[in-house]
C-alpha cells in the first residue's frame, strides 16, 4: 500500500510564498518522477511542476519563474515552492509520483488527497 501525504496549504496574500510538501511511504522500491498538479472547482486539473529522479524539472508556462519543484530522494518527498503567488493560483493541489513497489512491478502513478492553496486579491 503506497500513501501519498501532502501538507503546506493554507491562505497567503497575493504576493506571498507558500512551501508544499508530499512525502511518499509505504511499499517503494523506486520513485520515477514526482510532481504537481492543480484544480480548480468545475475545470480541468492541470499539471504545474514535475521532477525526474535525476532532478530534470518541468514547469507549466504559468508558473515558470515562481515555482520550484525540489525533491529529497532519500526522503521519497516532493516539494514546491510557491513565491510571487496570484489570485489566480488558488485551487486544490495534488502531489503525484510514478513508482515501482518491487523490484520486478511496472511503474504506476499514484495521487495525494490534495491540500487547499488560496490566494487572496
Known amino acids: 500500500q503506497v500513501q501519498l501525504v501532502e501538507s503546506g496549504g493554507g491562505l497567503v496574500q497575493a504576493g506571498g510564498s507558500l512551501r508544499l510538501s508530499c512525502g511518499a511511504s509505504?511499499?517503494?522500491?523506486?520513485?520515477?518522477?514526482m510532481g504537481w498538479d492543480r484544480q480548480v472547482p468545475g475545470k480541468k486539473r492541470e499539471l504545474v511542476a514535475t521532477i525526474t529522479s535525476g532532478g530534470s524539472t518541468n514547469y507549466a508556462d504559468s508558473v515558470k519563474g515562481r515555482f520550484t519543484i525540489s525533491r529529497d530522494n532519500a526522503k521519497n518527498t516532493v516539494y514546491l515552492q510557491m513565491n510571487s503567488l496570484k489570485h489566480e493560483d488558488t485551487a486544490v493541489y495534488y502531489c503525484n509520483a510514478a513508482l515501482r513497489a518491487y523490484r520486478d512491478s511496472l511503474s504506476e502513478a499514484y495521487w495525494g488527497q490534495g491540500t487547499q492553496v488560496t490566494v487572496s486579491s
Open positions: 509505504g511499499s517503494i522500491f523506486s520513485i520515477d518522477a
